[in-house]
């Protein structure tokens, strides 16, 4: 059976979302604050997170990083706030997907199944490219099995996204990937936001691995298109 763990302080949200994931099939657990949440996730393996961003105490944001340090579960952020710098924020802290309140049960469910079927997805294909464990270009070395990157022989930090897409265009070395290519692959087929997301986590990443990444010889960007890294 599924398991789903949902962070929310409000029991107008926490209590009729555990009844109605418990109907739909799910086992559904609560948490109301970030340190009850995290003291079941250290104990309890769960194949996704509804993490609502604003917690008493330990916040969403501190408690999704967290949660991402110790593995790799899927977690849907719920937000009152819906300004695009605190969705980027979200996402690239290791959020796969966001809702803002107020939001109707039918809207989650979608996103719940839509994450839930990427997850599986990525799984999939992660288990057929297993064979290519690692994957470089210039100064660029991925170990894709330990989720590490080495810069210039140096290890550099790369959030979950940062990394998948950046790994999505190592093995795509010299090919022109599209924007929407990268959005699909990274972040679902069905993700609903705009290319500005994507353009982000590219100037993070030319942060991390261009000499001067004020003018990328690394990562391009081929006008109109999307980006290629490598020639």
Same mark, same amino acid.
């Given at each position: 059976?599924?398991?789903?763990?949902?962070?929310?302080?409000?029991?107008? *949200? #926490?209590?009729?979302? %555990?009844?109605? #994931?418990?109907?739909?099939?799910?086992? @559904?657990?609560?948490?109301?604050?970030?340190? /009850?949440? =995290?003291?079941? *996730?250290?104990?309890?393996?769960?194949?996704?997170?509804?993490?609502?961003?604003? %917690?008493?105490?330990?916040?969403?944001? +501190?408690?999704?990083?967290?949660?991402?340090?110790?593995?790799?579960?899927?977690?849907?952020?719920?937000?009152?706030?819906?300004?695009?710098?605190?969705?980027? &924020?979200? #996402?690239?802290?290791? @959020?796969?997907?966001?809702? +803002?309140?107020?939001?109707?049960?039918?809207?989650?469910?979608?996103?719940?199944?839509?994450?839930?079927?990427?997850?599986?997805?990525?799984?999939?294909?992660?288990?057929?490219?297993?064979?290519?464990?690692?994957?470089?270009?210039?100064?660029?070395?991925?170990? &894709?099995?330990?989720? /590490? &990157?080495?810069?210039?022989?140096?290890?550099?930090?790369?959030?979950?996204?940062?990394?998948? &897409?950046?790994?999505? %265009?190592?093995?795509?070395?010299?090919?022109?990937?599209?924007?929407?290519? %990268?959005?699909?692959?990274? =972040?679902?087929?069905?993700?609903?936001?705009?290319?500005?997301?994507?353009?982000?986590?590219?100037?993070?990443?030319?942060?991390?691995?261009?000499?001067?990444?004020?003018?990328? +010889?690394?990562?391009? +960007?081929?006008?109109?298109?999307? *980006?290629?890294?490598?020639?």
């Amino acid at each position: 059976m599924t398991r789903i763990l949902i962070v929310e302080d409000e029991p107008s *949200y #926490l209590d009729p979302l %555990l009844y109605q #994931l418990t109907r739909e099939g799910y086992e @559904a657990y609560g948490a109301a604050t970030g340190e /009850e949440a =995290w003291s079941i *996730y250290e104990e309890m393996e769960f194949d996704l997170v509804l993490l609502d961003l604003m %917690l008493p105490g330990v916040s969403g944001m +501190t408690l999704c990083r967290r949660m991402r340090e110790l593995r790799r579960v899927p977690i849907i952020m719920v937000t009152a706030k819906s300004t695009e710098n605190d969705v980027i &924020v979200g #996402l690239e802290i290791g @959020a796969d997907d966001y809702v +803002t309140k107020p939001y109707s049960f039918r809207e989650l469910l979608a996103r719940i199944h839509a994450v839930l079927r990427r997850s599986l997805e990525g799984q999939d294909a992660g288990a057929r490219a297993d064979a290519v464990r690692t994957l470089s270009c210039g100064p660029v070395e991925m170990s &894709v099995a330990a989720h /590490e &990157v080495h810069v210039h022989g140096e290890l550099t930090a790369f959030p979950l996204k940062e990394f998948e &897409v950046l790994e999505y %265009l190592l093995r795509n070395k010299g090919h022109v990937l599209t924007r929407h290519q %990268l959005i699909a692959r990274v =972040w679902g087929s069905d993700y609903v936001g705009d290319t500005k997301t994507l353009d982000v986590h590219v100037k993070r990443i030319r942060a991390k691995i261009e000499d001067d990444p004020a003018h990328p +010889t690394l990562l391009t +960007t081929v006008r109109g298109v999307g *980006y290629r890294i490598g020639a």
